[in-house]
């Protein structure tokens, strides 16, 4: 009688190999999309630390409401044609239509809003970079009182190393000379980020990007709208550098960055995402010291080297 294999039940041939031995190959689509997956943060780091170049070249030509307020009403207009005609799916109800509005509204209009209010009254960049590195360390206490995640000792000590790090490469830009009414908008921007990434985290982590940055940026632009309406300060010059920042942001920032922290919100913890801010300043220093030929002293490169071991330590 002839024998048969013990896996399959196949009658036994020395020149085959056993279906059931050999796992099916792993399609090239599912690798890619793994692969993405683990680059994403890196790529969210070096999307979201290309901010400065808009701020560079746009806010000369424009206030910084002004500016953010067009940039909006432009995220608004091409993500509402791209979702249409891809025929993406919407928020389902209004409670989620809310949800997501206002994490919009607390990263984008408080925190964007923040950031360049705060730089165009004069707040060196340096220590607007560090009041808002402090956002991991206030995340990760929101995270354990809010979403019930438990933040180990060794993350705890990788989140003070990075805002160490982050003080080290900012220290030589920090400056002095500025008063209360720059700093309290850089403030804002930090309980804007820190808010609308523990918020998203737990009321709406999960939504199409496409719909979902509409759901996101048109209050944001309803509520920027209101308030440079009430100030009566619009100013915008659509001088080429203005129109080069302008693209930037929408597609760089508002499209490819945005579309990454959502995904990053989604599968990930509050506190790992958080952490990966401490990147943003060593990786802006090191696109300003290639792009613009910014000086890059000892300290800010023990800084940077500091800083990653810090996020490696609170995302291991």
Not at 54 to 64: D, Q, R, S
Not at 79 to 85: I, S, V, Y
Not at 206 to 226: E, H, K, M, N, Y
Request: hydrophobic content about 55%; glycine content about 8%; charged content about 10%.
């Amino acid at each position: 009688m002839r024998s048969r294999c013990r896996n399959c039940s196949t009658p036994w041939n020395p020149w085959t190999t056993c279906r059931r031995s050999t796992p099916p190959p792993r399609s090239t689509s599912s690798v890619n999309s793994s692969a993405a997956i683990r680059f994403a943060p890196l790529l969210f780091v070096v999307l979201w630390s290309t901010g400065f170049i808009g701020a560079k070249y746009g806010l000369p030509h424009a206030e910084p409401l002004s500016f953010l307020l067009v940039r909006y009403l432009f995220v608004v207009s091409l993500m509402t044609l791209l979702a249409l005609a891809m025929r993406a799916p919407w928020p389902r109800d209004a409670r989620q239509w809310f949800h997501i509005g206002v994490s919009g509204l607390l990263v984008h209009a408080v925190y964007l809003g923040g950031v360049f209010v705060s730089i165009s009254k004069g707040l060196p960049a340096g220590v607007a970079s560090l009041v808002v590195g402090i956002q991991p360390l206030l995340t990760a206490v929101g995270a354990g009182w809010l979403l019930n995640e438990a933040v180990l000792a060794r993350q705890w000590l990788g989140l003070v190393l990075g805002f160490v790090g982050v003080a080290m490469v900012v220290s030589g830009k920090i400056g002095s000379g500025f008063g209360l009414d720059a700093l309290w908008p850089a403030l804002a921007a930090l309980a804007g980020i820190t808010a609308g990434t523990l918020y998203q985290k737990r009321f709406c982590p999960s939504f199409d990007w496409r719909t979902g940055a509409v759901a996101q940026f048109l209050p944001t632009a309803v509520a920027t709208a209101i308030v440079v309406g009430v100030s009566d300060n619009f100013r915008v010059e659509w001088a080429p550098d203005f129109i080069f920042a302008l693209a930037w942001l929408v597609l760089v920032l508002s499209l490819g960055a945005i579309s990454l922290l959502n995904m990053l919100i989604r599968r990930g913890t509050a506190v790992n995402l958080a952490s990966l801010f401490y990147l943003v300043p060593p990786c802006t220093a090191l696109i300003a010291w290639l792009l613009f030929d910014e000086r890059l002293a000892g300290m800010a490169l023990a800084g940077m080297a500091l800083a990653v071991w810090g996020v490696y330590l609170a995302r291991k």
